[in-house]
């Protein structure tokens, strides 16, 4: 590889992806997906039942990245305060005092973040969007980096708050672990009886400072003008589809070029290619295309649209950059 920044961060990269899965078996796609969206300065939907590691997944990044964790569980009655901090009025020095939420970590792990109102989600995601959050007029910056990994149960039941579509799109990442193969469920049974306690404490890989280089590097990789038009392309595909009622934004092609980018990272190259953006291309767009309320009660959703588009949309076969040897 020419671009010795991006070489460093594959192999630091690569070595995270191994700490974490010394903790979470068998999962090395979503997980995979999980770093791309990091490396891509993103946040990450995890939809999936419970029990199957997302937790886990989330502490384990934490740990071998080397950033501070927090968890905070989005129930019912979670205010936006109880997420930001708030202003508290300290008796001694008769003054009040800016007392920091759980947003002010490293990584944040939003849990089941359909169980709140959307006032509390829209602070969370505004957050998000911004890097900072304003209490009584004031703003306070988050720490940098700072990466949500917000969980959902994919069936909607009473009494939760769907994301609406403007809030999902500032999702870089819609991932799912789905269940474990019974052979790999059985190793983490193995695992867990082989280590006597419950907890896995994983090396640090590197740290925030090491983090925010790995980014800095993952945007010296290069795109080809003809990989930069493919996700267009395909963006715009989803907005012409037969089934669809909204498709993706330009936010959408833009993820899909970030996320691609960040893929080719953790795939050891300092160049995007197709196969790059079509492994994200799921994750990426699934979740802003709204499918034709007719088509609810059917097989149509977001992902059969991602599906069709990546086999209607023509692959470019050649990079018209540079020659690559
Ligand atoms: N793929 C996996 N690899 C290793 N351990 C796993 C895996 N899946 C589940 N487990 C184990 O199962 C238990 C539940 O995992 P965890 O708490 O991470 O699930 P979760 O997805 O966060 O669930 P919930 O939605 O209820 O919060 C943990 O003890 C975890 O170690
Ligand atoms: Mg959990």
Redesign the pocket.
Known sequence: MSNERVAEASRLAGQVLDEVER?????REALTLVLAAILAKGHVL?E????????????SFAQALGLDFRRAQFTPDLLPADLTGSYLYDQRRGEFEFRRGPIFTGLLLA??INRTPPKTQSALLEAMQEHQVTVEGETFPLLEPFHVLA?A?PIEYEGTYPLPEAQLDRFLLRVS?GY?SSA??Y??LV??LDRRR?E?VLDRVTDAAGLLEIQAATETVQVDPSVGRYCVELATATREHADVLTGSSPRGSLGLVLTARAFAVLRGRDYVVPEDVKAVARAVLAHRITVRPELWMTEASGRRVVDEVLRTVPTPTTLEGAARG
């Open positions: 903790a979470v078996v068998g999962k995890l999936d039942f419970p029990g199957l590691g997302k937790t886990l997944a989330a502490r849990d089941e969980t149960n672990f474990p790999e469920e190793d983490v695992r867990r419950e896995i």
